[in-house]
Nanobody
Framework: QVQLVESGGGLVQPGGSLRLSCTASGSIFRFNAMGWYRQAPGKQRELVAFISSGGSAVYADSVKGRFTIPRDNAKNTVSLQMNSLKPEDTAVYYC???????????????WGQGTQVTVSS
């Protein structure tokens, strides 16, 4: 059973940067894709970004140009580099893994426990 563990959340000022990391307990090679969701209080869950095993990345319009999602298969990790953070980026961020369709639909059963990101002055 593969487990996903996120780290790197915290409090950051608007305009600042933060890097989240997700480490899988087993090889991530088996997953066609890995990604990040976020959920803010009172809002629907949002797919932030995902990256395929081949390295193709897709981003939500709300983060395009500010976030990147590097993946290191050798270290079984996927990260989320967040730059130019805005207060509206405040949310709990979840790492996910699975096939591309299950990640896009949110139906994958591979979720991390979540890490809080707060953007505030």
């Amino acid at each position: 059973q593969v487990q996903l563990v996120e780290s790197g959340g915290g409090l950051v000022q608007p305009g600042g940067s933060l890097r989240l990391s997700c480490t899988a307990s087993g090889s991530i090679f088996r997953f066609n894709a890995m990604g990040w969701y976020r959920q803010a209080p009172g809002k629907q869950r949002e797919l932030v970004a995902f990256i395929s095993s081949g390295g193709s990345a897709v981003y939500a319009d709300s983060v395009k140009g500010r976030f990147t999602i590097p993946r290191d298969n050798a270290k079984n990790t996927v990260s989320l580099q967040m730059n130019s953070l805005k207060p509206e980026d405040t949310a709990v961020y979840y790492c996910v893994a699975g096939s591309v369709p299950t990640i896009i639909s949110g139906t994958t059963d591979k979720w991390g426990q979540g890490t809080q990101v707060t953007v505030s002055s």
